[in-house]
């Protein structure tokens, strides 16, 4: 676990670097730097700044293209597939990129792979969060994956680190039911706290304080469900917080 000072660099670290101008350093340091120190190398490199630059440093088949991941293909050439957890299947493709990812699908010709921005520029247009959101997010005390959601449901996979524990907090516009699919889970709901084992599930009600903790030297794991009229994350009042986050009274 991070100490209080780690954790408040952290912290401090992420405010700042969220406020910095969206540049890459050649233009914003670089090409503005007229101090600058530069040692010859002898090594091969490529910046990777962009899918196309993968023609340069990754294997290729008899067609020609560059294929990772759960990925089938017939009579594609000179093309990019990068599959995820999914079968991407691709026919007849001829100097495409195609990425799958948990959160989006990629598919361009490989000549306007250097437009991906527009697509952010559009997502912020429309007022859509994909370009801020991640099906996975890393949070100090371990991570979530957003497995499905609808209308007034969304599910999640949360990993909680060894001996860490989330914020005393609760919710005013949803309920949440805990399964546990790995570890054992310490829960605290309201004057009341209890250890929840693998197969065990617990019911987090509406405006109940409550907090997740493993208190374990593993990691745990559990299914959220959650049932309500709004699901954002921004539906949380802390009352503790191990890291140092904004508490609402």
Do not use: C, F
């Given at each position: 676990m991070l100490s209080q000072s780690q954790l408040n660099s952290l912290n401090s670290l992420n405010r700042l670097y969220s406020q910095l101008e969206s540049i890459s350093i050649d233009y914003g340091i670089m090409e503005r730097s007229s101090d600058v120190l530069m040692v010859p190398a002898t090594f091969k490199w490529s910046d990777l700044g962009s899918?196309?630059?993968?023609?340069?440093?990754?294997?290729?088949?008899?067609?020609r293209n560059i294929r990772r991941g759960n990925t089938v293909d017939v009579g594609s050439q000179d093309s990019i597939v990068f599959g995820g957890e999914r079968l991407v299947a691709t026919i007849g493709l001829k100097d495409m990129v195609v990425v799958d990812t948990p959160d989006a699908t990629?598919?361009?010709?490989?000549?306007?792979?250097?437009?991906?921005?527009?697509?952010?520029?559009?997502?912020?247009?429309?007022?859509?969060?994909?370009h801020l959101l991640h099906r996975t997010v890393e949070k100090p005390?371990?991570?979530?994956?957003?497995?499905?959601?609808?209308?007034?449901?969304?599910?999640?996979?949360?990993?909680?680190?060894?001996?860490?524990?989330?914020?005393?907090?609760?919710?005013?516009?949803r309920s949440e039911h805990w399964i546990v699919v790995e570890g054992t889970a310490k829960v605290t709901r309201d004057n009341e706290t209890l250890l929840v084992q693998k197969g065990e599930s617990t019911f987090i009600p509406i405006n109940a304080k409550h907090r997740l903790e493993n208190p374990g030297e593993s990691l745990v794991q559990i299914i959220e469900v959650q049932n309500g009229d709004y699901l954002e994350e921004d539906d949380i009042e802390r009352f503790e917080d191990d890291y140092g986050r904004g508490l609402s009274h």
């Open positions: 899918w196309t630059a993968l023609d340069e440093v990754l294997s290729k088949d008899e067609a990629l598919v361009t010709p490989k000549e306007r792979v250097q437009e991906i921005r527009k697509i952010v520029e559009e997502l912020k247009r429309k007022g859509r969060g994909e005390w371990g991570s979530y994956t957003v497995l499905e959601e609808g209308q007034g449901y969304k599910i999640k996979r949360i990993v909680l680190n060894p001996k860490s524990r989330l914020s005393l907090q609760l919710h005013r516009k």
